[in-house]
């Protein structure tokens, strides 16, 4: 039964991401009453996902975004989605755990900012995610700490990872088969449907139309509606309500029927790290310290690519099928922090634009190269950002549709993102020549954005306190990848959801004291 607006409810969440949806299937199992409004739509798997990945640009966050400094970011498809599951409906499932090591920065080098909670914090975390969504990877884990078996075995390795894992071997690098949020074999957990094993099409990023990936609409969400949760499309929030205390006692959204209210008791707040600095901003909440917007990071994250002998068929298979750790503190680093490594499948679309863009090729030159494509394979990498006071996020005098000013986010990489993308372009370098690559290019790019809304327990240096509640208003909640103090050397999808359900136990715990 649908909630009334007019009805107190405990809790809303804004958005059904990786932030949002485990953390709103936590609360609905402890008996709250929640409200998700989602600015996307409900989209159905068979209908609605199909291996094109032109007719799939509706998964990505589409509304413009300015950007702005001397690496500037791209958006849309490279860092966020819409429709009920969010970016998880469209990521490469890629679920690599951070290293204790990357909650440290500060301790170790000097510079960024350390985590408020050790590693230990979010273990149980990672291991409930991984259970829940199906995580498909090698045990025992070749680096870091002794770890929960994942629950299914490794995914097979496409031929890009194939050729890494020469390359690599050559070079007497260690690698191993990744852990992917993909099935390898038919998977089902307590409250959620049987999901098939993927048949390695590779075309992640257009949807999974067999539920074998494990994004928010085919796990999280069922969880959420079969404990009592209400999940709204189609609400775009632009505001909230407030009462003589500061407390938010209402949210404000839009609906294609018109705006509309949410009565609440609680907030929290997971639209990513641009929508939720913008809607904080918009709304002069939650910024007592300066610091909404702040921080910006982008992981570093270069591209190398090589065409081979071998008939690769980049398209074919879990996108990253192959990675390697060794690079997570080089013994020759000149740089604080590290990378991982890992292999890199591509739809033909989305490699032929980079290609214009990175090779300047266009017309014949471009067509030529892409007769290449079938034998093309890739290696890129995931690496730390610092933080620094010239990366921000701004609302500009520019209104989009709606009428709210876009975001405009400036974005230069400082010495140390340099560096770091110097010493793996070397290394990606030689490994594709020791695999015996022709050809051999590199594409920079940034990937993922974080750390808008910082966590920590100084209130004037940070947003929200390690609990993820906002420092200066009393009901407010904060889950999501802006509230990372640090970018981490992994991709982020595994640990915004361990860090969603840990922000729901703390909530939780805090109540009922």
């Not at 995580?135 to 025992?140: C, E, K, M, Q, Y």
């Not at 078996?149 to 890494?164: H, S």
């Not at 294609?256 to 901003?281: H, K, S």
Request: charged letters at 20%; proline letters at 7%.
């Amino acid at each position: 039964m649908p909630y009334s607006p007019s009805e107190e409810v405990d809790a809303v969440v804004v958005g059904t991401g990786a932030g949002g949806s485990p953390l709103l299937a936590r609360l609905a199992a402890a008996g709250l009453s929640v409200v998700a409004l989602e600015a996307g739509r409900v989209l159905d798997p068979v209908r609605d996902f199909a291996r094109d990945e032109e007719a799939q640009g509706f998964l990505f966050w589409n509304d413009e975004r300015l950007s702005a400094g001397d690496d500037p970011v791209a958006f849309g498809r490279n860092n966020s989605g819409t429709g009920v599951g969010g970016s998880t409906l469209h990521y490469t499932a890629y679920t690599v755990r951070a290293q204790p090591a990357d909650l440290r920065l500060k301790t170790d080098f000097g510079v960024a900012e350390d985590w408020p909670f050790d590693y230990e914090a979010l273990a149980p975390y990672y291991d409930e995610v991984e259970a829940t969504i199906g995580v498909s990877g090698p045990s025992p884990y070749p680096w870091g700490p002794a770890r929960t078996p994942y629950p299914l075995k490794p995914l097979p390795l496409n031929g890009a990872a194939q050729l890494m894992q020469r390359g690599c071997e050559a070079l007497g690098i260690r690698t191993s088969p990744a852990a992917n949020a993909a099935l390898s074999g038919s998977y089902a957990t307590d409250g959620t449907h049987f999901r098939p094993a993927c048949h390695n099409c590779g075309f992640c990023q257009a949807g999974c139309a067999t539920g074998a990936k494990g994004s928010a609409d085919v796990t999280w969400l069922p969880l959420a509606v079969a404990a009592g949760a209400e999940i709204r499309p189609e609400c775009y929030v632009t505001g909230f309500e407030r009462d003589g205390t500061g407390r938010i006692t209402a949210v404000v959204y839009r609906t294609p029927r018109g705006d509309e209210r949410q009565r609440c008791r609680a907030v929290f707040l997971c639209a990513g790290a641009i929508e939720t600095p913008r809607l904080l901003l918009l709304n002069g909440l939650a910024n007592g310290s300066g610091q909404v917007g702040r921080n910006f990071m982008a992981h570093t994250g270069i591209q190398v690519w090589g065409q081979f002998d071998d008939f690769v068929r980049p398209f074919k298979g879990i996108p990253g099928g192959l990675i390697s750790e060794d690079t997570h503190r080089p013994a020759d680093a000149d740089f604080a922090g590290g990378y991982l490594l890992q292999s890199i499948g591509v739809m033909p679309v989305t490699y032929a634009s980079q290609v214009a863009r990175g090779r300047k090729l266009w017309g014949p030159q471009l067509r030529a190269h892409m007769r290449g494509y079938n034998n093309t394979a890739g290696i890129n990498i995931l690496g730390d950002c610092l933080p620094y006071g010239h990366n921000y996020m701004e609302l500009s005098d520019e209104l989009d549709a709606r009428g709210l000013p876009k975001p405009r986010v400036h974005f230069t990489m400082g010495e140390n993102e340099r560096r770091m993308t110097e010493h793996a372009d070397r290394l990606m370098q030689r490994i594709w020549e020791a695999a015996g690559a022709r050809d051999i290019w590199s594409f920079p790019r940034n990937a993922h954005i974080i750390g808008t809304a910082r966590m920590g327990a100084d209130a004037d240096g940070s947003v929200v306190d390690p609990d993820g509640k906002a420092h200066d208003v009393p009901n407010l909640y904060i889950s999501d990848n802006s509230t990372w103090p640090s970018a981490l050397g992994a991709n982020p999808a595994l640990t915004i959801m361990a860090l969603s359900l840990r922000t729901a136990d703390r909530f939780l715990a805090n109540r009922g004291a």
